[in-house]
């Protein structure tokens, strides 16, 4: 191995409330495929898995151009993966005390560089190599006591809460050194809590509500509805855009599209305007509860908050939710649109929901639609539609694309 200081290690933390006993091996499992699958594009990566931690290296580091900067993007890449709390970038240095502190003081200097400080700061070592010099609470101390004074002047030792921490990780073949961590988006592994379908229309709101099932640990499909030809091929691609983009939270994504001006010229022709988005919803449900049975899916998710448009009363909710044959997941049910554009903003969705094509939603809209929907009447303006054969034609219409999450954000 290299000797010269370098980024040669990530290590992988994750959130351990969740678990105990057997689910731990599984949820790890879990966490590492999906890694995997993140990263796969980026560089072949070695991932272990000891004693509560996972770490991840290049495999061939000698192969790539530059591996520190490669090691770098496949951090910025795991951050994205759910079910990882945080990761830090550690510098390889030899099992020598002198050598790691006088690689931490420089660490330290380049940290420091910009900063006023006092920055308050922790040392903590962890020792898998019991043969090791010394304790991981010598090796603290020992690494403490060496920080030069000219960095002492802008660092002040914190035990609990200290804003950087100084890490030391001696294993049995070399030692790790890292300042600080990088925040995953926590959550639990994509496949680990099964499968749901998220409804998915071009607006804020429904990306996302599928990235929260995602991040809740819940393998998401996306199903969006087209009405060709009153809406066309720009709604198409933006939709796959929206895909896309969220795919890469999970290592594999179908996006179903579903024809559907059929069955909203039905309900304009034989059904009571004011109805006609409840109704619309309803038959999204149905489709959307047959997509999702079909690959053992357990839930819906959909977009939807308390409040949020006219149609998003209580009344017009439990009419909606009423033809679907599974759970509707609603991860969004008590968000502000502010906060949720802050979320979409930071999963790099808003920008692609804010571009302005037309929903299928919008196509035959009434003038008054009902706002506080009674679910009687939605069913004896139901009796005019044949809701079987609408379903089937709609279901046999399917376009399917599937996406993996190789790729990086763009
Ligand atoms: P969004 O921002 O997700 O469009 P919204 O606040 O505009 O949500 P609605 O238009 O009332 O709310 O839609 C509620 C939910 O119904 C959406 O979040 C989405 O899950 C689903 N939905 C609505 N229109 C469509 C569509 N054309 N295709 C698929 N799902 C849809
Ligand atoms: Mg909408």
């Not at 933390?13 to 949820?27: D, M, P, Q, T």
């Not at 024809?259 to 149905?286: G, S, V």
């Not at 009344?315 to 939710?321: D, M, T, W």
Request: aromatic share 6%.
């Amino acid at each position: 191995m290299n000797d010269l200081p370098r980024p040669e290690l990530i290590l992988v933390r994750y959130g351990e409330l969740a678990l105990k006993g057997k689910n731990r091996s599984a949820f790890e499992r879990k966490l590492v495929e999906n890694m995997s699958a993140a990263t796969a594009a980026i560089a072949p990566v070695r991932y272990e898995r000891s004693r509560g931690r996972i770490t991840a290296a290049l495999k061939r580091p000698e192969e790539q151009a530059d591996a520190p900067a490669t090691l770098q993007r496949i951090a910025r890449r795991l951050q994205e993966v759910p079910g990882l709390s945080s990761v830090s970038v550690c510098i390889g240095v030899p099992k020598d005390p002198a050598v790691i502190s006088a690689v931490v003081n420089a660490e330290l200097a380049e940290r420091l560089e910009f900063e006023r400080g006092p920055v308050t700061f922790r040392v903590s070592s962890r020792r898998a190599d019991k043969a090791f010099e010394l304790t991981s609470v010598e090796l603290d101390r020992y690494v403490a006591e060496r920080i030069p004074p000219e960095l002492w002047d802008k660092l002040e030792a914190k035990l609990k809460g200290a804003e950087l921490e100084i890490g030391i990780e001696v294993r049995p073949e070399r030692a790790f050194v890292y300042l600080g961590r990088h925040a995953g988006i926590g959550g639990l592994p994509v496949g680990s809590l099964g499968r749901a379908v998220c409804l998915l229309s071009g607006g804020i709101d429904s990306p996302v509500a599928a990235y929260y099932a995602m991040k809740r640990g819940c393998r998401t499909d996306l199903l969006s509805f087209l009405s060709p030809p009153y809406i066309g091929a720009s709604t198409r691609a933006k939709l796959i855009d929206l895909a896309r983009s969220i795919a890469r939270f999970q290592p594999r994504t179908r996006l179903y599209l579903a024809p559907f001006a059929e069955i909203q010229e039905a309900i304009r022709d034989l059904c009571p305007a004011p109805y006609r988005t409840i109704l619309y919803r309803r038959f999204m449900q149905r489709i959307g509860s047959k997509v999702a049975k079909r690959n053992r899916g357990r839930a819906l998710v959909t977009g939807e908050s308390i409040g949020q448009v006219a149609s998003q009363t209580l009344e017009n909710i439990a009419c909606i939710e009423a033809a679907s044959a599974l759970p509707v997941l609603r991860p969004l049910i008590g968000f502000d649109k502010t906060e949720t554009t802050d979320v979409a903003r930071r999963i790099g969705t808003l920008e692609l929901s804010n571009r302005p094509e037309p929903d299928c939603c919008t196509v035959f809209m009434p003038d008054s639609p009902m706002i506080f929907g009674k679910l009687e009447d939605c069913l004896a303006a139901e009796e005019a539609l044949d809701i079987q054969g609408l379903l089937m034609r709609s279901l046999k219409g399917i376009e399917v694309i599937e996406f993996e999450a190789g790729q990086e954000r763009a």
